[in-house]
């Protein structure tokens, strides 16, 4: 694994996988220019009849500025990769809507590429997005390893996570703090059409939309090829995807690392939502946490401090996801 580590960086191209253009990320979170010009002394000295003018031409600068970061930025994104033709030793590849997956002997090399997925689609790359998924998890892994251990061996590269393979149970393990969102298997609209028990759990009247539950839940799904489908825990053991140990050691555990995710969050001004772990058995026989933990593809955040207002004012909370709708630019001169 050491020879293996050693080739990863740079055997990616068009982007190296340690490519030092993404130390441009922390650095241009504003997008900032490093040759934006501030403003001359002309501009303290325009009537206030013409100051709305002037900062309009400035936002118009500085959207250029953005735009032109954003356009640099665009040739460093991660969208394919092809590992098992540079690196001895890795084997088949598997391509997941995010992540391609490498075998070498007892292990797995995942690569985070830069694709962005929504509704089991791929529909863009994002630079860096990758990279911020792999590290969020990385951190989340070395922060929860009092609740579980994890699969986690090394990470050679910012988009890379080096792994043991595991049996991987056929199920996400969904766990719940709100009554919310809006696909067809989301807790708000099974519990608008009337069902009061949901793969398992049975929820009070009266709840509202986005409305906090009154105890976290957990509503499995399968790993189906086209779309996850919600089950029962009782259908999971009646149809051997899980043991009943293994299922109630893997519920306990994600029930933690969500009250655990539920308090780190708040303490940086965050309501972590709703979010899915994966769990796997090592080859000694230990429950281990795979995939990825908390971060903006797996799991739903939502302002704190807004939130209880907007609740009670019927609208929606300020969110921070993996979609674009999400994010907005600072285009504060």
């Keep these: 694994m050491a020879a293996l580590s050693q080739s990863l ?58 735009l032109s970061n954003v356009r640099d930025s665009l040739s460093s994104c991660l ?16 391509r997941g809507k995010v992540r391609d997956i490498y075998e070498s002997g007892d292990y797995l090399v995942l690569v985070t590429t830069d694709r962005q997925s929504a509704f089991d689609r791929v529909l863009a790359s994002i630079p860096f997005k990758g990279q911020v998924l792999n590290e969020t998890s990385l951190w989340w892994f070395n922060q929860t390893q009092h609740i579980t251990p994890n699969a986690v061996v090394s990470a050679p590269d910012k988009n890379v996570t080096i792994a043991k393979k595991c049996s991987v149970f056929p199920v996400e393990f969904v766990v719940r703090g709100f009554v919310t969102g809006s696909t067809d298997t989301s807790l708000w609209t099974v519990y608008n059409k009337g069902v009061r028990c949901y793969c398992g759990n049975i929820l009070p009247e009266g709840l509202g939309k986005n409305q906090k539950l009154p105890a976290n839940i957990i509503t499995p799904t399968t790993k189906a090829v086209d779309h996850d489908v919600p089950i029962a825990p009782e259908e999971i053991v009646e149809r051997g995807l899980m043991t009943q140990s293994d299922y109630d050691e893997a519920s306990s555990k994600a029930l933690s690392l969500f009250e655990y995710g539920q308090r780190v969050a708040l303490e940086h001004g965050l309501l972590l939502v709703d979010t899915k772990y994966e769990f796997g058995k090592g080859s000694d026989g230990t429950v281990l946490l795979i995939d990825e ?34 994010f907005e630019l600072d285009m504060q001169l």
């Design 9 to 66: 960086p740079a055997s990616n191209p068009p982007k190296a996988l340690s490519s030092n253009k993404t130390s441009f990320l922390p650095s241009t979170m504003k997008f900032r220019s490093k040759n934006h010009s501030n403003p001359t002394s002309l501009t303290l000295t325009v009537s206030s009849t013409h100051k709305s003018l002037d900062a309009l031409a400035r936002s118009s600068l500085r959207r250029e500025d953005v």
């Design 79 to 94: 969208s394919e990769t092809y590992l098992d033709r540079t690196v001895p030793g890795l084997q088949s590849k598997t």
């Design 293 to 326: 933990v908390h971060t903006p593809d797996s799991s739903r955040y939502w302002i704190a401090d807004s939130y209880e207002e907007r609740f009670q004012n019927g609208l929606e909370p300020e969110n921070v996801d993996k979609g674009l709708g999400g």
